[in-house]
C-alpha cells in the first residue's frame, strides 16, 4: 500500500488525528520554531519506502521562505483587519474560476499562480489557525475530501507520484492567530526542477491554474455533480 486513496475513510481520520497529535506534542517541546509535516508518493516525489508513511520533522529554526510568507500574512492582517488566506477564500468562492469542490466546512481550489502544475488546496471556510485544532466533524469532512482529491489525481495521472504538505501555524510565528490560516496542498511530480528554476528561484509551471480546474472538476463532477460548486 502506497497511496491515501488505498486506505478507507476511517483510516484515513486516524491518519489526520494522529497529525493533531504528533503536532500538539511537538509544538509544546521547547525552542521548535517551525514542525514540516508531509506525504511522499513514489520514487518521482521523494518517497524512500515502499510501504505507505507520512513524515514529520521538528526544527529549532524558521526557514527563511516559512518566515517571508509569515511576514506577508502579519502584513495583510495588520492593513486590512483580515487573515490572507480567508480573503483570498472568499474572493474564489466569489469567482468560481478556480473552485473544485466544497462541502459546509471545506473548499478545494486551484490557487491562481501556483508554483507547480496541477496544485490542489484545500482548507476550512472558517478561520483556523492550527490544524490541530479542527474539530472531530471537520476531520470526517477533511478524510472524505482527501480521498476524493487523491481519486481526481490518480484519474487524471494514473500512477501519479505526489506530495502532500501541511501548513499550519508555526511554533515560532511572531503576530496574531488571525493572520495565519492553515491549509493542505496536493500536488503531482509531473515537472522537473531544472536550472532556470534553481538559480533564479522561479518556478515554471507549464499547466494554467485554471485549466487544472476544469481537468478536476471534470473528475468532481463523475462522483457527484452536487458536489463540484
Given at each position: 500500500m502506497q497511496s491515501i486513496s488505498e486506505l478507507d475513510l476511517t483510516e484515513i481520520k486516524l491518519m489526520l488525528v494522529a497529525y493533531q497529535h504528533r503536532l500538539r506534542h511537538w509544538r509544546k517541546q521547547p525552542g521548535i520554531q517551525y514542525i514540516s509535516l508531509f506525504k511522499n508518493v513514489g520514487g518521482d516525489a521523494g518517497a524512500s519506502l515502499?510501504?505507505?508513511?507520512?513524515?514529520?520533522?521538528?526544527?529549532?529554526?524558521?526557514?527563511?521562505?516559512?518566515?517571508?510568507?509569515?511576514?506577508?500574512?502579519?502584513?495583510?492582517?495588520?492593513?486590512?483587519?483580515?487573515?490572507?488566506?480567508?480573503?483570498?477564500?472568499?474572493?474564489?468562492?466569489?469567482?468560481?474560476?478556480?473552485?473544485?469542490?466544497?462541502?459546509?466546512?471545506?473548499?478545494?481550489?486551484?490557487?491562481?499562480?501556483?508554483?507547480?502544475?496541477?496544485?490542489?488546496?484545500?482548507?476550512?471556510?472558517?478561520?483556523?489557525?492550527?490544524?490541530d485544532q479542527l474539530s472531530p466533524d471537520v476531520l470526517d469532512d477533511l478524510a472524505r475530501m482527501i480521498k476524493r482529491m487523491?481519486?481526481?489525481?490518480?484519474?487524471?495521472?494514473?500512477?501519479?507520484?505526489?506530495?502532500?504538505?501541511?501548513?499550519?501555524?508555526p511554533p515560532g510565528a511572531r503576530g496574531n492567530a488571525e493572520a495565519f490560516h492553515w491549509s493542505l496542498e496536493f500536488f503531482p511530480r509531473i515537472s522537473r526542477i531544472a536550472g532556470f528554476e534553481w538559480s533564479s528561484q522561479c518556478m515554471i509551471n507549464t499547466v494554467l491554474p485554471e485549466l487544472a480546474t476544469?481537468?478536476?472538476?471534470?473528475?468532481?463532477?463523475?462522483?457527484?455533480?452536487?458536489?463540484?460548486?
Open positions: 515502499q510501504h505507505s508513511h507520512s513524515q514529520l520533522l521538528a526544527t529549532d529554526q524558521m526557514p527563511n521562505s516559512v518566515e517571508n510568507i509569515n511576514e506577508r500574512m502579519r502584513a495583510h492582517q495588520a492593513r486590512t483587519g483580515c487573515c490572507l488566506q480567508c480573503d483570498i477564500i472568499r474572493a474564489e468562492l466569489k469567482q468560481k474560476q478556480r473552485i473544485v469542490a466544497q462541502t459546509n466546512s471545506l473548499v478545494a481550489y486551484c490557487p491562481y499562480a501556483s508554483r507547480l502544475p496541477m496544485l490542489l488546496r484545500v482548507t476550512t471556510k472558517d478561520h483556523v489557525d492550527h490544524f487523491t481519486g481526481w489525481l490518480e484519474t487524471l495521472i494514473p500512477n501519479a507520484a505526489y506530495n502532500m504538505l501541511l501548513h499550519t501555524r476544469e481537468k478536476y472538476r471534470k473528475c468532481a463532477a463523475a462522483e457527484n455533480p452536487r458536489l463540484v460548486l
